[in-house]
């Protein structure tokens, strides 16, 4: 077992805020222009700093478990340019791996960010001449029963955008006219059964059911027993049946990762320790595109194999280009729309029993099948993609077994993939100007090896999956229109090709930043690090 030092890790690596209650996000950015005032504005966040330690517990009268949840929630990264203003030690700051010294503007071109994607359509705040972000803060707090978030929110904004001044400067310029102080996002909703008011729900703009699949690491879980539910399909595969937890280190830096070494990210050794790397993301996602694109596509599907009704051919070619039907439910699990309504008919109280706590043990019995389904499956006996199609979206995030040279349907390991892996937290948005999107962010200990690998070789690259140049079907990068072959598959499924694919999600601002520990936070406030 392993054993993290959670007092000194940032709470949001250990827990995706949205589903432990904080369907609310707030994301400020500051410019520092003076170090010892900057140093000074750290001090004041550090008391407030959300740790990964467990939450308190106890029972109530009745017997029933209570969780002792903070009101609200704030985590804090920094940009290079961030550090470099906080007057850290030239040492320091040049041994920081290149593409964090870079930052996100500067590699467009690695990470698809062309076309309508370019850093210069990017929301004001983020474009060439604006001031750097340099201090990177968020807020997380529950919501009320009408969906609104609780008035704590505005309370720590106005504390927060009170620490700022003269050196330490607020920046504005979100959302496409820049009007905004700083980015919202939160959790979509649905009405509840009572009519007493709403719930958040795991679910996207395009539609589909989302944040089902993160990896679990070490030390993650401090239930052995936990930890071993946890682990299939969101661990790693070892000879087609032993799923593990993945090591600590892919993910937090001082800990031992999947090549049995510490990753390094600069000196001294302690400044990082228990720190990790963010890639912030503002995606904007065209909804109506998508939706036109998919009637013209369900049209086709009708025509080349048939459909009982507009519905059937709409969510299974959603489906086909996803890797999942709306609900969740993988392909892998349901290959066609017949599979798909037998498992909801199986399931579909489970998605219920998800949004309601407490439950009894029949219920979370219930539950647990049913998250192993949703996440407890490989490609080893898909690999012509009859079920799958090879370049669907959550096939290209996380291929699991299907890269392993020995793959076959019992045998295989996720070994080349182990190495690639990220933590993705993040919740939609809704600009006051209409747009959607989602707030991204991807935590790991190497944004090359790992966000970057992704983002450039599998969403918008496709020889891996036998698919030459073509990109990722949902989110890949649109220098020029795609394609996205579904192979003919179950039910006597014809293939086809769809073809001419727009862009559906351009990136609207950005950039890297890095999550220290808690020790670190105080290294950085009192100007001691020292990189001998």
Known sequence: MTFLDLPDIQGNLQRPYGRFGFPHARHFFFHVTDAVAGRHFVQALRPRVTTAEPWDKAQDAS????????????????????????DLPTRTLRLF?????DGMRCRADILGDVGTSDPGGWDPAWRDGAPAAH????????????GTPLAILGEWTDWLVGLAGDHVAL????????????????????????????TPVPREHFGFTDGIGDPVFRGQFDNPAA???????????DRGTDWSALEAG????GQVDEQQELPV???PAEFVRNGTFMAWRKLGQDIEAFDAEVDRLAALWTRVNGAGSDEEARETVRAKLVGRWSTGIPLSAAPSWADHAAMMAEHDACIVIALRKPRDSVEATRLEKYNLMLTGFRYGDDMAGAKCPLGAHIRRANPRDMLDPEVGPTTGSSTLVNRRRILRRGLPFVDPDGSKGIVFMAHCASLFRQFEFVQQQWMNYGLDFEAGNDGCPLIGARAQPTKHVIPAGPAGANAMIAADLPAFVTTRGGDYFFLPGIDALRMIAMGTVDPT
């Open 135 to 146: 201090v990177w803060v968020m807020l997380n707090v529950a919501a009320n029963r009408d």
């Open 171 to 198: 920046l504005a310029g979100h959302g496409a006219d820049g009007a905004a102080r700083w980015q919202d996002s939160a959790a979509l909703t649905a009405p509840l059964a009572d009519g007493s008011g709403v």
């Open 97 to 101: 791996p290149d593409e964090f010294i």
């Open 265 to 267: 990210a600069s000196m």
């Open 250 to 253: 892919e993910f937090i830096l």
């Open 227 to 237: 930890e071993k539910v946890a682990v299939v399909g969101e661990g790693k595969l």
């Open 63 to 86: 017997g029933k478990l209570i969780v002792a949840k903070p009101a609200i929630t704030l985590n804090l990264g920094f940009s290079h340019a961030g550090l470099t203003a906080l």
